[in-house]
């Protein structure tokens, strides 16, 4: 067994110790839910004062309106009642060190874990890679401001998204701990 399974194997024993949340409801008591970037820096629960049960989290790489995230958003709203979105990108994204072009010559070389230093992103392996990377929409991120709004209104024009769902738009600063609204996402995200 592995270092980490033994810690998380371990927390887990811990929290279920002194579990009394099993009757929460299965609908986010506040409402509404967030997609926000899987970045281990970022912790939604803080940066917008949740509690187990209050909302729901939708999580991806750069936190990017892609098929699998609105189909997430429908279900929390159509099945769920959150009737408030937030997309949240943030400072420093991973997915802004890199393009599509550059992420399928990585995995068409090799499937291992490539490095990056000043003069870009390397693999260490020259075999054993994959050409299915060339049919991935990696959506990468060269604007932060930019991409949310793409995000936003990409959700907003949904043919499953109602209209009356307000969608806003912020990047949460690494630095600081802070969400800056993005005007132009929220703008077009307003409900009608």
């Known amino acids: ?32 839910a967030i997609l926000t970037c899987m970045d281990a820096r970022l912790d939604p629960a803080k940066y917008a004062g949740l509690s187990e049960g209050d909302a729901h989290v939708i999580r991806n790489a750069g936190g990017r309106a892609s098929d699998d995230a609105i189909r997430s958003l429908v279900i929390s709203y159509k099945l769920l009642g959150t009737s408030e979105w937030f997309v949240v990108h943030h400072t420093d994204c991973g997915m802004e060190t ?41 959506l990468t991120i ?6 949310v709004t793409e995000d936003v209104i990409r959700i907003r024009s949904h043919p499953l998204v109602p209209a009356d769902i307000p969608v806003y738009g912020y990047i949460y600063d690494v630095k600081s701990g802070q969400l800056i609204e993005v005007p132009t996402a929220t703008e077009a995200g307003k409900a009608s």
């Not at 811990?14 to 008591?29: C, I």
């Not at 399928?104 to 054993?128: I, M, Y």
């Open 1 to 32: 067994m592995s270092q980490v399974l033994n810690e998380v194997l371990l927390a887990n024993r811990n929290y279920a110790a002194d579990f009394d949340k099993g009757d929460l409801a299965m609908p986010p008591a506040r409402h509404f």
């Open 142 to 147: 060269k604007d932060q401001a930019e991409s």
């Open 98 to 138: 890199f393009t599509d072009d550059i992420m399928r010559d990585l995995l068409g070389s090799s499937l291992k874990t490539s490095s990056v230093d000043a003069s870009g992103w390397h693999d260490c392996c020259e075999s054993g890679g994959s050409a299915e990377g060339k049919y991935v929409d990696w």
